[in-house]
């Protein structure tokens, strides 16, 4: 599912990559993941509505 501009040993875990209208490719230990949905502060938003390609996540603990 990644594209060739977004290899996994060059992205750290917790990077966005590619985002579409229907999920967000996610940098995680040796690969991708795509995230439909996120949980923020109770309430279920759309990945799209808020990760934005490059930025890295963070533990929100």
Known sequence: MPTSAFHHGHSASGTVGKVTDSAALVAVADEWIAVSR???????????????TGVRLEDGR
């Open 38 to 52: 996120l949980a923020i502060t109770g309430r279920t938003v759309r990945a799209a509505d808020v990760l934005k």
